[in-house]
């Protein structure tokens, strides 16, 4: 059975880092695209980043990008989600996803397996 879980997240003031882990088990994705998403109360879930199944390319939103950055460890069946200058509209709950593919797309509906995610807090 497929298992992706989310850990590191928690209570950061602004400006202040979190990294976040997401382990997968039950199979091995060396060869998906993987990506992060989040979501806050109302709304729909939102795409964060992604990177690519050698983790040669990675993709982020907008909001994100200069700030978060997106790693990957294929032996450990391992992604990460470096957070640094966080501000508080980061808050939200982050999940880590698999797309059983290797082409990117930003579409949550296309990513086939999640974790149960992990609140991510930023006080101003």
């Known amino acids: 059975q497929v298992q992706l879980v989310e850990s590191g997240g928690g209570l950061v003031q602004a400006g202040g880092s979190l990294r976040l882990s997401c382990a997968a088990s039950?199979?091995?994705?060396?060869?998906?695209?993987m990506g992060w998403f989040r979501q806050t109360p109302g709304k729909e879930r939102e795409f964060v980043g992604g990177?690519?199944?050698?983790?040669?390319?990675?993709y982020y939103a907008d909001s994100v990008r200069g700030r978060f950055s997106i790693s990957r460890e294929n032996a450990k069946n391992t992604m990460y989600l470096q957070m640094n200058s966080l501000k508080p509209e980061d808050t939200a709950v982050y999940y880590c996803?698999?797309?059983?593919?290797?082409?990117?797309?930003?579409?949550?509906?296309?990513?086939?397996?999640w974790g149960q995610g992990t609140q991510v807090t930023v006080s101003s």
């Open positions: 990177i690519s199944w050698r983790g040669d390319m990675t």
């Open positions: 996803a698999v797309r059983n593919s290797m082409v990117f797309t930003r579409s949550p509906a296309s990513y086939a397996y």
């Open positions: 039950g199979a091995t994705f060396s060869m998906y695209v």
